[in-house]
């Protein structure tokens, strides 16, 4: 029996890795409750039963039928395990509306599906029955813990319901994403029409499902300190900032961790050379074997820029084509792996074809390329304009390929810049940018690649980063404190 009796939290997030992931969100879903489980929290795991999820999951079995969810014919909820970890998942089955092909959010035309609002608003109401006292099932959460959009009416139908619910926390992953509506859905999604106002659910004239979660829950997070202030604020509180500020003590960042067994050089399996901080030969290899992969020239001391990125204004890789030309001048290679803008794409596809020798650009989601990528680089690129958290920088600091990124979000609160105080005192791992210009971006690569060509320092940073402590156990202990101390005030 373990000492404490152990917290219980429903997570429901509308993606989750491996079995559907369109960003680090579905990386987060399945990370956070496999390492809260360590620390002894009943983490469950609620999810639409896409065509993929119900494909993936052999062992799912029925668990329940959910009457009075305002939808017409019959809500079947499955109990089934996460591949891997084990962690417990509930998936809701409901051909209808999840089982059908294309993405989670778009169709094969890259159109929202027209029915998101009633397909996201039932996932959020199967999370506020299952977290209040009239749940059919004998497991009744402490906390529903609800992420991103999706999942932000939750906070809502609880605090309408008559029933008692448990403690409610909004988890922003990016502000950009609010899951606005048409006002003339308030009242068929099942919320009073008097949710429909400033103190509520309406949001400029639409009715927007992160403003409801971030209005109505009882805690709000995001996923990195630095995210948190800046969302207070505008241009990144996205027109929330008002409400962000107004509930700042309510409000706490949360870095994320990484996946430690997946990404570890060490002992990476999609590596063709595994290495460690001790030894960094196989990075090396794993640097010959990539420009061969992509038929660039095949020299180690060419210095190799690293990006894998959606390829959207977020991510701030329009400011590398104007700059491009020049930097290619110098003996730099570029690689490239996204999708996204299609102006974009094409710039980068055009890069490559101009610089055959020097870059490469792939265009796609590829798992495996993206790991060699990681190790094969010497350096990896990311000027994101706003990054919440941000998961590649850490990637980058764990394989030994320091990264260049914007000060934003949780870059800044995960990468130490080069400056020569942090150089000398064994602090370093990565280079730090104010200004999200090309310009910014530009002095930003050279003084990288100054450091580049005295070894020894880098060679230093390299090592700085491989040591840092990434893992979810740290997070898990941040959420955990945070959930007793919600406990404790509810
Ligand atoms: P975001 O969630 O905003 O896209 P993150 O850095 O938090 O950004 O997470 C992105 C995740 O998706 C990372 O694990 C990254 O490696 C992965 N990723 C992005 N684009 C690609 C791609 N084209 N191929 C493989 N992995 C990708």
Redesign the pocket.
């Known amino acids: 029996m373990p000492l404490n009796p152990s917290i219980k939290v429903l997570f429901i997030t509308p993606e989750i890795t491996p079995l559907l992931?369109?960003?680090?969100?579905a990386?987060v879903s399945a990370a956070l409750p496999a390492a809260l489980r360590e620390y002894n929290v009943d983490v469950r795991v609620l999810l639409p039963g896409y065509p993929r999820v119900m494909d993936c999951l052999k062992d799912k079995r029925l668990l329940a039928i959910l009457a009075d969810v305002g939808v017409h014919g019959e809500v079947k909820l499955l109990q089934a395990k996460l591949p891997g970890s084990g962690v417990p998942l509930l998936v809701i089955d409901y051909p209808l509306f999840y089982e059908r092909d294309g993405g989670p959010y778009i169709d094969h035309n890259g159109h929202d599906w027209v029915d998101n609002a009633q397909r996201f608003a039932l996932l959020s109401k199967v999370g506020a029955i299952l977290g209040s006292s009239k749940s059919p099932l004998t497991w009744h959460p402490d906390i529903v813990q609800c992420n991103d959009w999706q999942s932000g009416l939750t906070p809502a139908y609880l605090h309408f319901s008559p029933a008692p619910g448990a403690a409610t926390i909004m988890t922003i992953?990016?502000m950009a994403f609010q899951g606005t509506f048409p006002a003339s859905l308030t009242t068929p999604l099942g919320l009073p029409a008097s949710s429909y106002s400033i103190n509520g659910v309406e949001y400029y004239g639409q009715l927007s499902f992160l403003k409801a979660g971030l209005f109505y829950a009882n805690h709000i997070t995001t996923v990195s300190p630095t995210y948190a202030e800046e969302i207070q604020e505008e241009p990144l509180g996205f027109g929330m900032q008002g409400l962000l500020a107004h509930r700042y003590l309510d409000l706490t960042g949360i870095v994320?961790g990484i996946d430690r067994h997946e990404w570890n050089p060490a002992t990476d399996k999609l590596l063709p050379h595994n290495y460690s901080a001790g030894d960094l030969a196989g990075k090396a290899a794993n640097k010959r074997a990539l420009q061969h992969k992509l038929g660039l020239t095949e020299d180690p001391d060419i210095p190799l820029l690293g990006i894998?990125?959606?390829l959207t204004h977020?991510?701030g890789l329009d400011l590398l084509p104007a700059i491009a030309p020049f930097l290619l001048e110098y003996p730099v290679q570029i690689v490239i792996?996204?999708?996204g803008e299609s102006g974009l794409e094409e710039s980068f596809l055009h890069l490559a074809q101009s610089h055959p020798d020097q870059v490469a650009a792939?265009i796609?989601?590829?798992?495996a390329?993206?790991h060699q990528i990681?190790a094969g680089a010497d350096i990896f690129l990311?000027p994101s304009r706003f990054?919440?958290?941000?998961?590649?920088?850490m990637?980058s600091q764990c394989y030994g390929t320091p990264p260049i990124v914007h000060a934003t979000g949780g870059l800044v609160d995960t990468v130490v810049d080069a400056t020569p105080e942090n150089i000398a005192n064994g602090t370093a791992t990565g280079f730090i940018f104010t200004h999200a210009t090309t310009h910014g971006l530009n002095e930003c690569i050279h003084r990288a690649l100054d450091i580049y060509r005295d070894q020894p320092t880098w060679r230093k940073i390299q090592s700085n980063g491989m040591r840092r402590d990434f893992s979810w156990n740290r997070s898990a202990e941040e959420y955990l404190a945070l959930y007793e101390m919600i406990l404790k005030s509810a």
């Open positions: 992931k369109t960003g680090g969100l990386d992953h990016n994320n894998i990125s959606r977020q991510k792996l996204g999708s792939v796609g989601f590829n798992e390329l993206s990681e990311m990054e919440p958290c941000g998961l590649n920088q990637y």
